[in-house]
């Protein structure tokens, strides 16, 4: 990340710090998953959790339908969260998850950690009941990670001097990598300033 971009993103952590918990939920919201409102990444992973005693996940429940469906999204709770101030959830652009989940070298990692192939629901239940006793690094085939770069990373979690840190450990392609990361970052940043000033609703996919 840029200098420039880092301290936007500091910037905007700073200026939700003030918000309500509802603008909070949604700054975060626009935010960090701004690659998939695009629609140039499958879906996002983000744990809104701020402080003790928000309403964050029923307000999640509440409103999400109503913020996302103008953007075409869907999304699902994971993690076994039993406490009403946080939420982890998967925010997804169901077509591009679709794409995601059903090329081939991503069907064979499916395959071999049980789960179903060409059914994103049922794909999505599976990773659900997966977090309930751990984390699947299976995951980022569902975050639109490289498979190459996924199937590396749970072969060898604990590998040195990989290039091209960002969003995920790199073991393949590491120019690819840094032209995706440079996307997701520009949509978050762009997202961050819009949302600092007073602009949320101009968020749109390209």
Request: proline share 4%; charged share 25%.
């Amino acid at each position: 990340m840029t200098e420039e971009n880092a301290n936007i993103i500091i910037d905007f952590m700073e200026y939700m710090k003030n918000a309500d918990t509802e603008n909070f939920i949604r700054g975060m919201l626009y935010c960090f998953c701004a690659p998939t409102i695009k629609g140039i990444k499958a879906a996002s992973l983000i744990n809104f959790r701020r402080r003790k005693g928000e309403n964050i996940r029923s307000l999640w429940q509440l409103h999400a339908d109503e913020w996302l469906e103008p953007f075409g999204l869907e999304w699902v709770f994971l993690g076994q969260q039993c406490e009403d101030d946080s939420a982890l959830v998967l925010v997804y652009r169901r077509e591009l998850l679709a794409k995601a989940l059903g090329c081939d070298k991503a069907c064979c990692i499916l395959k071999t950690r049980g789960y179903p192939l060409n059914d994103v629901d049922a794909c999505l239940e599976c990773l659900r009941g997966k977090f309930c006793s751990g984390f699947p690094h299976e995951i980022g085939l569902f975050l639109d990670y490289p498979p190459d770069d996924v199937k590396g990373f749970i072969e060898d979690r604990n590998a040195e001097n990989l290039a091209c840190p960002g969003y995920w450990k790199v073991y393949g392609n590491p120019d690819e990598a840094k032209i995706i990361f440079s996307e997701y970052r520009k949509a978050e940043c762009e997202a961050a300033l819009l949302i600092m000033t007073g602009q949320p609703a101009t968020i749109n996919r390209r």
